[in-house]
């Protein structure tokens, strides 16, 4: 553990033990609830940058907050308790998110968008912020430049083409790249300009550092920051950059979303009643530097005919340009967009059940994610307050949970490591969870 925050602290911070007597497990637990709350945070600031709130959200970051405080709670199941409720929050935090995105720019429809390029000078946006890219975009319109810049999405940007007041907009053209980890290699090769709205953005390198703008809360040392959302300084050194040409490329369809599912619902279950459709496979979260990541390349590779692919984020850069093919006109393959479009997941998955009257747990559904920053553990945490079990994650075990935590989530929520693909993938199909008997947590950890 390394806890430094109050002035009892040791030289050089807490590390064995507290001296106010908190304990790793403790400590792993706080840990835990501030990253989540981290997560839920950023959702809660894209939707409070739409104009949309919910104070109940606010209220559980203060509560959450102040529960980390010194000697304020040392009760381990209260901090599982509170670490469920960051999981409810969450789910509320992108409920709010969806509902400002829908409102605002339209249901998003599944869309085909170039890789390739068009004649223009070059603005790729890369980041979470459809607020940041409706502004540029309207921006470059009020300029009469519509013709003259081209904009391409970068990374969890994509599936912004899919929402029609955003897409609407001549300057939008298509999507330029992968996930964020190939991002300098990527910026480097565009010629134009890049704007960065949030995470995951890294310290640019000499070639493209001095065409770069931050805007929001994203920011880089060095960098100029568009203050409140003026990007004319960014239009015109875009205008000063060469002019991009026409390049083909290969499309990626990104866009699906709960509403257009849940319209084709009856299909969809029909499909799964007559086994035409056997097992849905919910495989999304971050992409990662890690090797490990070539599990989830292969498992979606393995994924038997019969079966679909739920995905959001941008690990499914690694494998979303693959040709799926569909099952009786329902794609076996659907991007629903952003790390905080797994809402449109879960509204499924709970809709299937309701109509199959089955538990969650008993759907022909298996989740597996990868996580790469707090977005995704408070994903995480929303599925385990939904009580769904069995969730495979990777590519590595949390760091700030000791193994002690960890064993706990196994035992309580049966959940798993990505091991191999071919025996998970086998688990899965078999759908086979037997769960040991949950005990109290203090109980195992005192
Ligand atoms: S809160 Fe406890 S563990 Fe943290 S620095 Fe203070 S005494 Fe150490
Ligand atoms: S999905 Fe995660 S890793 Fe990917 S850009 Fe968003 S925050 Fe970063």
Known sequence: MLCNQCSMSLSGGCTVRGVCGKDPDLNSLQDALIYGIKGT?????????????????????????????????FDKNRFID??????????????????????????????????????????????????????????????????????????????????????KFKSLYGNWGG??????????????????????????TKAYQDRIFTVGIAGLEGVPHLEDYDFEPAIKRALETPKMGKREGEKIVTGFHHTYILAM???????????????????????????????????????PRDAIILSAACGKFRYNRRDYGSIEGIPRFMDFGQCNNVYSIIEIALALAKELDMDI???????????????????????????????YIG???????????????????????????????????????????SAPLAEELD
């Open 179 to 204: 996930s964020w980890v190939y991002q300098r290699k990527e910026f480097a090769e565009f010629p134009g300009v890049i704007i960065g709205t949030s995470n995951c953005v890294q310290q640019p």
């Open 265 to 303: 619902k009856d299909k969809l279950i029909e499909l799964i009643n007559e086994g035409k459709i056997r097992h849905i496979f919910v495989i999304g979260g971050c992409d990662v530097p890690n090797p490990k990541m070539s599990y989830y390349e292969k498992l979606t590779e393995l994924v």
């Open 41 to 73: 945070a950023a959702y809660y600031y894209h939707a409070l940058e739409m104009g949309y709130d919910n104070p109940e959200i606010g209220h559980f970051l203060a509560e959450a907050l102040y529960s980390t405080l010194t000697n304020v709670n």
């Open 361 to 391: 747990n008993s759907l022909p559904v298996s989740i597996v994610l990868s996580w790469m920053e707090q977005k995704a553990i408070g994903i995480l945490y929303t599925l385990l307050y939904l009580g769904v079990k069995g969730i």
């Open 82 to 167: 509170l670490i469920l409720e960051n999981g409810r929050i969450h789910l509320e935090a992108m409920k709010l998110l969806d509902k400002a995105y829908t409102e605002t720019f339209g249901l998003p429809k599944p869309v085909e968008v170039p890789t390739g390029t068009t004649e223009g000078h070059g603005i790729v946006v890369t980041g979470h912020s459809y607020k940041a890219l409706y502004e540029l975009l309207n921006q470059i319109r009020e300029m009469g430049l519509e013709e003259e810049i081209k904009v391409y999405t970068h990374s969890e940007m994509l599936p912004a083409h899919s929402y029609p007041e955003i897409r």
């Open 395 to 437: 590519p590595k075990s949390p760091e700030f949970l000791t193994p002690r935590v960890f064993e706990i989530l196994r035992k309580q929520f049966d959940l798993r490591l990505i091991s191999e693909p071919e025996k998970d993938l086998r688990e899965m199909l078999s759908k086979g969870i037997s769960l040991e008997e």
